[in-house]
């Protein structure tokens, strides 16, 4: 592969330099001693730079952003509700449990997950539109009573805010104790 690669090289720098040659014609022609050989340009080429060896870019560090829609004076259930970092893009949650709720204008389904109401460290999220939202929608609108949900899905961000893609959606029996 080297081989291969030093060859084509050596070969498009002598056809250059021929190239250069031809271009300034027979008056401008300098002799051969003043050129270098094609393996002196290659080795020029492949020499590694000044500074040493390049180094890898850095990957920036970012903080973890605010959930816009908890905190004091947010869209939160309880007073005081401490603001939480927002899950970051990619994220996935898996089984777990709550409601399909809307918000305040109903113009968006949100997941508001089932939790203990001490720690309120999940606030809701915005469920984008595919066919398990439909399925959930159906649901809700087929019974008269409260459904609950369990979801499996991934979380990605955008202004401050988490949407959750569904990629399964079960409704667990009610008769469902916890030991």
């Known amino acids: 592969m080297r081989k291969n690669l030093v060859v084509t090289l050596m070969a498009a720098a002598a056809m250059a330099g021929v190239a250069l040659v031809h271009a300034a014609g027979p008056a401008t022609t300098q002799s051969g001693a003043d050129q270098p050989s094609p393996q002196q340009m290659l080795d020029t080429m492949l020499k590694p730079p000044v500074g040493g060896a390049p180094k890898p870019l850095q990957p920036i560090v970012e903080p973890p952003a605010k959930d816009n829609y908890s905190g004091i004076g947010s869209k939160a259930v309880a ?5 939480v970092a927002l899950h970051r893009e990619g994220t996935f949650i898996f089984d777990r449990v709550g409601r399909l709720t809307h918000n305040g204008d109903g113009t968006q389904a949100e997941f508001t997950f089932e939790a203990d109401g001490k720690t309120l460290r999940d606030p809701p999220v915005v469920i984008l539109p595919n066919l398990k939202l439909m399925t959930m929608e159906d649901a809700v609108k ?10 499996t899905g991934m979380l990605t961000e955008y202004r401050g805010r988490n949407y959750l893609l569904l990629e399964k959606v079960l ?3 009610e008769g469902n ?3």
């Open 171 to 173: 409704v667990p029996p």
């Open 177 to 179: 104790a916890q030991f």
């Open 142 to 151: 087929s019974t008269n009573r409260d459904l609950r949900f369990r979801v």
């Open 79 to 83: 007073p005081k509700t401490p603001t």
